[in-house]
């Protein structure tokens, strides 16, 4: 392995990229472990929420998180109605919290909200009393490329335990 190109000076070579299809894509993205996040929001038919594939910081000074939304996700509308979204990351042992966030359960919309279980920070958006951590954010913008809707939030409150595991998806698996 080098650390750069051996001659500076000389042009890039040119790059013949792979077609990678979507079923390659995901397998080659299972061999990174991540952390599984529900992300809600408080919409204007009630609580609305889904399994994050991919939620992330961006900044820290802006305090700025992100989450990718599928344009077909219901919930989507959600958080377009109601400016805001808090990404709830679960403890190990939550696996049919996030089936059913999933979409892999007969439940949809608000029935996935047990009464006991979900609080509210600054913004309203729904807060899992027993996640690893939450993130409550005001939405700052969405960026849409492809299939995907990215939204740009500002982080105004969080919420973290001390004790407990993550609960993580590697390789196809919840671990």
């Known amino acids: 392995m080098t650390n750069g190109p051996s001659n500076p000076a000389s042009p890039p070579k040119a790059i013949d990229p792979k077609t990678i299809d979507p079923k390659t894509f995901w397998r080659a993205l299972g061999a990174r472990a991540s952390s599984v996040a529900v992300v809600t929001a408080q919409g204007a038919e009630g609580p609305s929420g889904f399994l994050a594939l991919s939620a992330t910081h961006l900044s820290a000074d802006p305090p700025m998180l992100m989450v990718s939304i599928d344009k077909r996700t219901a919930s989507l509308a959600a958080v377009k109605h109601a400016q805001h979204f808090a990404i709830n990351y679960l403890p190990r042992g939550e696996e049919a919290l996030a089936d059913m966030f999933g979409g892999k359960t007969g439940q949809r919309g608000a029935d996935r909200f047990a009464p006991g279980r979900w609080g509210r920070l600054t913004t309203g ?30 982080l105004v409150d969080f919420s973290s335990r001390d004790d ?6 590697f390789r196809g698996a919840y671990r």
């Open 125 to 154: 958006a729904p807060v899992l009393d027993t996640a690893i951590g939450a993130f409550d954010c005001v939405l700052e913008d969405l960026v849409e490329r492809f299939e995907t809707v990215i939204a740009i939030g500002r």
């Open 164 to 169: 407990g595991d993550p609960l993580l998806f």
